[in-house]
Nanobody
Framework: VQLVESGGSLVQAGASLRLSCVVS????????AGWYRQAPGKEREFVAA????????NYADSAKGRFTISRDNVKNTLYLQMNNLKPEDTAVYLC??????????????WGQGTQVTVSS
C-alpha cells in the first residue's frame, strides 16, 4: 500500500492550496484518514481527520475555519483545502490512513509528505 501526497508549494500569506493524498495498492478498505504536519524542529502536529462516511470530522484549533478535509472513497483520495494560509502553516504535511483487509485492521499507513511553505 502506498500513500502519495501532492499539492504542496511555496505561496504567499493569504493564498490557498489544496493537498491530495492518493492511497493505492492491494485490496483494502480505508477507514479513518487524516493529515498531520511537521515543521522544522517541532513535533508532528495533528491537523484534521475524518471517518470514511464523513460522520465524524475533527480539526486542530489552528485549522478550524481555514482548512477543510474531504475525501473521495471511489478514488481512494483524501484532500485538504487550505485557505488564508499563514507563515506558521509552513510545514511538511503528511497524510495517514487506517486500513483494513478482509475486515482485519492492518494498521495506520503514512505518506512521505508534501512541503508547504508560506511566505509573509
Amino acid at each position: 500500500v502506498q500513500l502519495v501526497e501532492s499539492g504542496g508549494s511555496l505561496v504567499q500569506a493569504g493564498a490557498s492550496l489544496r493537498l491530495s493524498c492518493v492511497v493505492s495498492g492491494s485490496t483494502f478498505f480505508v477507514d479513518l484518514a487524516g493529515w498531520y504536519r511537521q515543521a522544522p524542529g517541532k513535533e508532528r502536529e495533528f491537523v484534521a481527520a475524518m471517518t470514511r462516511e464523513g460522520n465524524s470530522i475533527n480539526y486542530a484549533d489552528s485549522a478550524k475555519g481555514r482548512f477543510t478535509i474531504s475525501r473521495d472513497n471511489v478514488k481512494n483520495t483524501l484532500y485538504l483545502q487550505m485557505n488564508n494560509l499563514k507563515p506558521e502553516d509552513t510545514a511538511v504535511y503528511l497524510c495517514y490512513a487506517d486500513l483494513y483487509r478482509s475486515g482485519i485492521y492492518s494498521g495506520r499507513h503514512w505518506g512521505q509528505g508534501t512541503q508547504v511553505t508560506v511566505s509573509s
